[in-house]
């Protein structure tokens, strides 16, 4: 993985692909384009549904495809949504999780690494595994959410 500086890599993608070694391509921008604007995690699925509103011969397989270099590079992130389904959301320079709404699908990144170091020196312990990796994602009701106090379908009688 390139090492990314301290300036907002996100809206400077283009150049970190560049040093990366991979192409611009109008698909790529287009995906990554998309991403920005989220404020949920969305499945290729739903950027194709989107990008075909302007780029109409772009294909699921080339949506794939970028979303794979992105995630390789450490640009996206792979995120469980609510429903089951598995969505892509951008990443930020440090350290990070997400807390995803039930009710909306918003997704927060929060920091976080030390708070986890215990956990996983006690899970070490008592498993004998060694951990090489984690993922941490919480899921619950956003401000907005609680605000509107409409119950989830689950809760509905």
Request: net charge neutral.
């Amino acid at each position: 993985m390139v090492e990314r500086s301290a300036t907002d890599w996100k809206w400077n993608w283009e150049q970190y692909l560049s040093k990366a070694g991979c192409r611009i391509t109008t698909p790529r921008r287009t995906v990554m384009g998309i991403l920005q604007n989220a404020i949920t995690p969305m499945t290729p699925q739903e950027i194709l549904a989107q990008a075909r509103a302007t780029h109409t011969r772009l294909g699921l397989v080339t949506v794939y495809r970028a979303l794979q270099l992105f995630e390789s590079l450490g640009l996206v992130y792979r995120v469980h949504r609510s429903d089951g389904c598995r969505g892509y959301i951008l990443t930020s320079t440090e350290h990070s999780h997400y807390v995803i709404c039930y009710r909306c699908g918003r997704a927060i990144e929060f920091i976080g690494q030390d708070d986890l170091e215990a956990l996983i020196a006690r899970v070490e312990q008592q498993t004998c595994f060694r951990i090489e990796g984690h993922l941490l994602q919480l899921f619950g009701v956003c401000p907005a959410c609680q605000a509107e106090n409409t119950p989830l379908e689950s809760e509905e009688v």
